[in-house]
């Protein structure tokens, strides 16, 4: 295809088009932004993952510290060697072992973490050639 | 409404009346600024939302340092870059090219209506680097003017005039090969 000079001169036009309607739908839409931001959310609400966060802080103190406390009660030798004996021991043999229940994780997941982590295009591709 | 009357509705306190100004004068053309980067009108149409959201969580801290109409052309800018960056990287991890996605956009976008020859001019655009891609579709379609490119991008003059030669070049290649 011969390339004419002028193909970087005059009006250019943008080859595309919309569906019928959509620019006045559209703005309808936008319009809409300010009413969306406005909606109250009630204070419980906006309190809940606080509250779930304190909960979770809560419980895990009440446990750890019933559990410590159990631990130093008793005779110190006797409930250490009863302690050890309940931690399972895994030959490191079979730590390199792979098993069949490996999680694979989507390409969407592994994206996802990829841009929230903050890494950045020439660190990535970086790591993609090694 | 000229930019200066939606600024002074926005001074008067009278925001949301100025966003709805923003979006009668600006939906339509910001809405091209941006197809013509991502190519599909569905992503084009997503990003929009986006975009207007930003500008009217940002419409209390715009200064009048810059012009009302380089402030949001800056926010559609940047905001159609990270979600092309974010493209990029969801292509990457599938080893395939951002390039060859939206090249594969132009060919089976249904509201694509132009000729062979802007087909392939589309395409020629879709392999640029994106600095030059940016800087190409700003002066060739929107006709802006180097000042005003430099004012959105932060970009030098000299260094927009270069990268806007450069992609001339590499269009005119492409088209001629093709």
């Known amino acids: ?130 | 409404m000229s930019d200066q009357e939606i600024i002074s509705l926005y001074k008067e306190g009278r925001c949301e009346q100025a966003f709805s100004e923003i979006v009668r004068s600006y939906s339509e053309r910001l809405y091209w600024h941006v197809r013509r980067f991502v190519v599909s009108h569905e992503d084009t149409d997503d990003l929009l939302q986006e975009i207007f959201i930003k500008i009217w969580a940002a419409l209390p801290s715009f200064r009048e340092e810059a012009q009302l109409f380089t402030w949001l052309y800056r926010i559609a800018t940047n905001e159609t870059l990270n979600f092309l960056n974010k493209k990029k990287i969801r292509a990457a991890l599938t080893f395939e090219s951002i390039t060859s996605e939206l090249e594969r956009c132009v060919d089976a976008d249904p509201y694509f209506d132009g000729n062979e020859a802007e087909r392939l001019l589309s395409k020629a655009i879709a392999r640029l680097p994106q600095k030059q891609r940016t800087v190409f579709c700003m002066r060739y379609y929107d006709d802006l003017s180097y000042e005003q490119i430099s004012e959105i991008l932060g970009t030098s003059v000299g260094a927009l005039k270069t990268s806007y030669h450069l992609a001339q070049e590499k269009i005119r290649i492409f088209l001629e090969k093709n």
């Open chain 1, 1 to 130: 295809m011969a390339v004419k000079n002028d193909i970087f001169e005059g009006q250019h036009r943008t080859p595309y088009s919309v569906p019928e309607g959509y620019f006045a739908s559209l703005q309808d839409r936008l319009q809409a932004i300010p009413e969306r931001d406005r909606q109250v959310v009630p204070l419980w609400v906006k309190a809940r993952p606080y509250v779930a966060l304190a909960a979770c802080v809560a419980m895990a103190f009440v446990i750890g510290n019933a559990f410590l406390g159990r631990v130093a009660a008793g005779s110190a030798d006797a409930e250490y060697r009863q302690l050890i004996s309940e931690v399972p021991y895994t030959d490191p043999y079979y730590i390199f072992q792979e098993t069949e229940d490996v999680e694979e994780y989507s390409q969407e997941f592994l994206a996802d973490y990829i841009i929230e982590s903050g890494m950045t295009m020439q660190e990535l591709e970086y790591l993609l050639e090694k």
